[in-house]
């Protein structure tokens, strides 16, 4: 076990940790709040390892949103995580497809974002193992964090204003990532402002689906546009 678990990566992964502890409990409330006890949490959050698809699910479970849309949703906005694993893949190619069937359970922006790190450090000893462990210190210590936010908010009034606030300033922070060009903070907007238009006439968040949609593809053709000229 002392190949996946120790002072390495016991120092790579406590901000992780640290930094899941108010949003897993946020996480938890919301739960609690859509009916979830903490078993049902607790499944919740090690089959579907992602904060914000989490957020995301439950919000619609709450807005009595059917299963498909939800899906649908969740996929789309965890579409990155494709992404991830691919980048990851050249480290850990060499290991059995077990481990990177699990592996790739485990990939989220913030084990990704260490991991690529560490992986890429010169004279590195971060090896695959390491990496596990890291990404398995992580899931635990968001599960238990969910959990103890179901057991919260069953026991303490709070206001769902508050998990509401948490969430958009979450998604908010997500969004200021691209806050590289007018071009990625412009195709933010048009996903947001179609949503809002289509919510006058789509329910059960399918608005939001298709404006995310739409956007992409808007934000695709840009990129391709871009592409040939400078050919």
């Excluded at 494709?82 to 989220?108: C, D, F, P, T």
């Amino acid at each position: 076990m002392g190949e996946y678990f120790n002072k390495q990566v016991f120092k790579a992964v406590w901000p992780i940790c640290f930094g899941y502890i108010p949003l897993g409990v946020a996480c938890g409330i919301l739960g609690e709040k859509v009916g979830l006890d903490a078993f049902l949490m607790a499944m919740m959050s090690i089959f579907l390892f992602a904060g914000s698809g989490q957020f995301i699910a439950l919000a619609m479970i709450g807005a009595g949103t059917a299963i498909i849309p939800i899906v649908i949703t969740v996929g789309i906005v965890n579409l990155r995580h494709m992404l991830y694993g691919l980048i990851l893949n050249q480290h850990i190619s060499k290991e059995s497809l077990l481990y990177r069937m699990i592996y790739a359970q485990e990939i989220v922006d913030e084990t990704f974002a260490v991991n690529s790190i560490e992986f890429q450090k010169r004279n590195s000893e971060w090896n695959p193992k390491k990496a596990a462990g890291l990404n398995f210190l992580a899931h635990m210590s968001w599960m238990l964090a969910t959990v103890a936010g179901v057991l919260l908010g069953s026991a303490v009034y709070i206001d769902t204003g508050l998990v509401s606030y948490a969430l958009i300033a979450m998604f908010i922070g997500l969004w200021s990532f691209h806050f590289k060009s007018a071009k990625l903070i412009g195709i933010g907007v048009l996903g947001g402002g179609l949503a809002l238009l289509l919510s006058l006439w789509l329910d059960n968040m399918l608005n939001v689906v298709v404006a995310t949609v739409v956007a992409a593809i808007v934000g695709a053709a840009i990129d391709n546009g871009e592409g040939v000229e400078k050919k």
